[in-house]
């Protein structure tokens, strides 16, 4: 082998390493042992209508270990319907909804992650968590984007990772090590966007307080807005359960 290849393939492992690096700084930099907050959604169809809807958020353990609970408290007719959620670091969630209408839960198939929750932008997928093992990154380049100097990475998740998307690219912010964008593809399709705004530090974490997510199969988007957010509130791991979704929503 020659010494200029030798020197390619050095340089290009190591672009590959940077790249992972990079994500596990994001994730390091917004690791907390729980997290709670009200969401504001509005929901915008093709024709411009707008639904509003929320929720309240609640989540212990943290990137891949962890378990969240997502709970709609308006408008009225999907009130009490809550999303049990356990990460988990080496596959995908497990996760489970309940529904007090007909006062039963069902589980969420993997091949039902792709389809939107309840009327909003966001898949059953999108509402879990991203840990960095579960995906194999490559750093695509900089670029400014939001107004900041961000990284282009692509990520692709592993074959333990089940996953509607094929591939995604993410942009970094370099100043604050947060996502300014996150683009999901299916084939060479661009299925889905999340862009990240209103950056605050919020207990020594800096956190998007408002999140667009566009299907771009749709021609829809959702806006959530993140209200009275706290990280590191204490709470118990019972609250977390089949039987804790059942017994909030009397």
């Not at 590959?16 to 390091?28: K, L, N, T």
């Amino acid at each position: 082998m020659s010494k200029l290849i030798l020197c390619l393939l050095v340089a290009a492992f190591a672009w590959g390493q940077d790249a992972r690096q990079i994500v596990e700084e994001v994730q390091r930099r917004s690791r907390s042992g729980s997290e709670h907050y009200e969401g504001s959604l509005e929901v915008v169809n093709a024709r411009g209508k707008i639904t509003a809807k929320r929720w309240l958020y609640d989540r212990i353990g943290s990137h891949g270990n962890s378990k969240a609970v997502l709970r709609f408290t308006a408008p009225p007719e999907v009130k009490g319907v809550a999303l049990l959620i356990v990460n988990h670091p080496d596959r995908a969630s497990d996760q489970w909804m309940w529904t007090p209408a007909l006062e039963r839960d069902r589980r969420i198939a993997l091949q039902d992650r792709r389809t939107r929750f309840f009327g909003t932008d966001f898949s059953f997928e999108d509402l879990e968590e991203r840990d960095v093992g579960q995906y194999d990154y490559s750093l695509l380049g900089e670029e400014m984007a939001g107004g900041a100097a961000c990284w282009k990475i692509e990520s692709r998740p592993k074959q333990s990772k089940s996953s509607q998307y094929d591939r995604s690219i993410l942009w970094v912010r370099k100043d604050r090590y947060v996502f300014w964008r996150i683009e999901n593809y299916l084939k060479d399709r661009l299925v889905r966007r999340a862009t990240y705004g209103d950056l605050q530090e919020v207990q020594s974490i800096w956190t998007a307080r408002t999140v667009e997510m566009a299907d771009l199969r749709e021609n829809s988007r959702t806006i959530l807005k993140l209200e009275k957010l706290e990280y590191n509130v204490p709470m118990k791991d019972e609250g977390f359960t089949l039987q804790a979704l059942r017994r909030e929503s009397r």
